[in-house]
Each structure stands twice: as structure tokens, then as C-alpha cells.
């Protein structure tokens, strides 16, 4: 329930795109938003009211004139009670007539009355969105402040392919709860290791662990989130990437070191959320081993490199969080982790709370001493370690 208690107007204008607005109302819902829609004459080719009002559980709006408003005042009224305003899709009629200020229709003109900020979604064909009048207009409205939601690329429903798509409404919301978050790392490079390792034995066979990627890769969605430009090393996870946020894939900790330390000198934030081996296989089989070639083999072990470590190590380096996974002493283990590795902040976590699961229990460690997190999904935990990074490094 990321949105939980947002009041968003949701403005459709007419577009074939409209009809995922209707999921997006869904969406929006699920998160907590309440969602008041505001439908043009256009869009009304497309989707009918009836399907918004089902959806969002409210009268749609489509008239500045509607006899509802005791007022007479539609455009106004509405804006005035939203904490934003989304239009999706966002058709190049609409684009022109909001950057150039138009207030012929009750969307247009609540939006030039609004006082709350606006997010559109442009969607319209490749042509459209490419041509000169439109780029004018939405460089002109991102001048103005308006955030510009995409488009994707992708082939259209003329036929065509090329830039124009709207966002997917899944898109859309997490551009939506990515507006909402303060933006205590805005301009702030974070680089984010997540996941396991994987030390081959063989081309198919090798050792990892139960590192789900979840605890890195919500940490990685709430820097961005915060404003940063976020670099994910992810070792072998099944969760896709963040969006926004720019995914190196590894295998093993060798990979992950080079991945690492050609980006850590440019970044302002390391976090070392991998649960990185801590040895890989010496004498790894260049083919598939066989059972048949002569008893059990051989599985020869040999340090890896201590990445976090060596970034702390760096001479103007980044500002380096650690993570610790323990089973017992969490606060003397990951303490002394933090001393030996001279690191200022350390996550820990017991490995029952912290391994696989959707919830963690975080314990954050640095100079002035212990500071418990209450339980909590990992995404949650994650703000909250974002923000506790901000303020350790003067951001917030
Ligand atoms: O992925 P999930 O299923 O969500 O699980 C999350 C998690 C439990 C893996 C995560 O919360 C966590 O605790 N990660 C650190 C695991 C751990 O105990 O690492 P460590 O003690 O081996 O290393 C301590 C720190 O040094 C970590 O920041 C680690 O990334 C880093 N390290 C360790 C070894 C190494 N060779 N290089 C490193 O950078």
C-alpha cells in the first residue's frame, strides 16, 4: 500500500491506450490511492465512463459543466482536494493544449488551475510523438515542472513501430510511488551489490547460497526512488530488475569484483548487500564432470577478493554500507564485520529473518551505536535505510 491515503486524479484523454487506464485505475486502488477520473470527449470513443466509475468507485467527470458540482466549479474543485494529478494516456492534443495553456475542456483547464503537480503519460503514434510540435510541447511542459512518464518504444497499435507506446500501467503506479518519495539521495550515484554468488564447479554444477536478491534489489528501488542514479551488481536472482535502475548481471565473486570496482571510484554511495562466497573453486572443471572419471572429485577452495573491503579501501572512495547475516551475537558480529572491513554503517540480520523472505528484521550499526528497525516487508525497511544513509552522509 505504497500510495495509502494519496488522492490522485487520474485525467484519460482519447487515445486507444485509454483502455489501460482502466487497470491502472485498478492499480492505483490496490496501493491505496483513491482515484477520482476526469475523462475528454475523446476518450469516451474508447472507454465509457461507466467502466472508470465500477473501477474507482466515484461519479467520472467529463464536463466543466457538470450539474453535480453545487459550484459549477469541476475544474477547480477537483485539483484542489489531489495531491497529483496522472493523465494517461496522454494524447498530443492534450500535450499541446497543456503546455500552451489552453482551458477548453474540463481537463485542460483543471490543469491550468491545479495546484498540486502533474505526471503525464504520453501515448500516441511514433510520427506524433516524434514530430517537432509535439517535442516543443513536452519540452516545454517538463520546463514548466510536469513530470513526463515514459513513452516506450515498442510496436504500436497502428501497425507501427517506434517511440509512442504508454507506459504499462504497472509503470506507471511505480513512477507514481517514486514521485511521492522524498528525494533525500537526488543527484547521488549508488552503487548496490545484491544477490548470491555462484562459484562454478563445472560448466553446470557449483556453490551458492540462499540469497534471494530481494533485500538488494529493494534497496536499489528505494535509492532510486530517493533520487539517486542507482547501478545494481546482481549475482543470479529470479526477480526482475527495478525500474529506473541500471543492472549488471554477474555469476561469480570474481565477476562481481571487476563489476564493482570499475564503477566504485565514480560512485557517491557503495552498498554491499550480496552475500558474496566467500571462497570459489580453485581447480573448476572446464567440461561437465563425470561421474564415471574416477572417483569423487577434488573441490579445491580460494579466497575471493573481500569487495566491500576493498571499496572502503579506495583513497576518495564512496561511502560504504555493509550487510551482515548471522546466525547468533548479530550486534558483536556485525560490529566487529564494520570495524574490520572500516566501513561507517553495517545492516544486520539474523539469516532466518533476512535470507529469501519478503520481511526482514534489520539491525543498523555505525558509530553512535545500535539503531533497530522495526519488522517490516524489506521494501519499507529499505526506505528506511535510505533515509538513515542521507543522513549519515549530510544528504537530508
Ligand atoms: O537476498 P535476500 O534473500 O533478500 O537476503 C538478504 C541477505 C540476507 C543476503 C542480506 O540482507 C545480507 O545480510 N547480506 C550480507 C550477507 C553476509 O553475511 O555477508 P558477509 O558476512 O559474507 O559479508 C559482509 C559484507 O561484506 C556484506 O556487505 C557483503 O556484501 C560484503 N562482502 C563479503 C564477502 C566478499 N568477498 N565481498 C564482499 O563485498
Redesign the pocket.
Known sequence: MELQGKRIVLGVTGGIAAYKAAELVRLLGKQGAEVQVAMTEAAMHFVTPTTFQALSGRPVFTDQWDARMPNAMAHIDLSRQADCIVVAPASADFLARAAHGFADGLLATMVLARDCPLLVAPAMNRQMWESPATQRNVAQLAADGVAILGPACGEQACGEVGAGRMLEPEEIVEEVVAFFAPKVLAGRRVLI????TFEAIDPVRGIT??????????VARAARHAGAEVTLVSGP?GIPAPQGVDRIDVLG?LD??AA?MARAQAADIF????????YRVANAAGHKLKKDEGGIPPVELIE????????AALTDGPFC??????SHNLEEYAQA?RRR?NIPL????L?Q?????DD?R?VLFDDTGAHPLTPAP?SVLARQLVEHIAKLTGAA
Not at 547460497?209 to 534489489?217: D, K
Not at 554500507?321 to 548471522?326: N, Y
Open positions: 551489490t545484491a544477490g548470491p547460497n540462499l540469497s534471494s536478491g530481494r533485500m538488494g534489489y529493494a536472482v565473486a562481481m569484483h564493482v552498498i554491499g548487500v550480496a552475500a558474496v562466497a566467500d575471493n577478493p573481500d569487495i566491500l573491503a576493498e571499496v554500507v555493509g550487510f551482515a547475516a548471522e564485520k572491513k553495517i545492516a544486520g540480520n539469516i529473518d533476512g535470507f529469501g523472505s526482514n534489520l524489506k
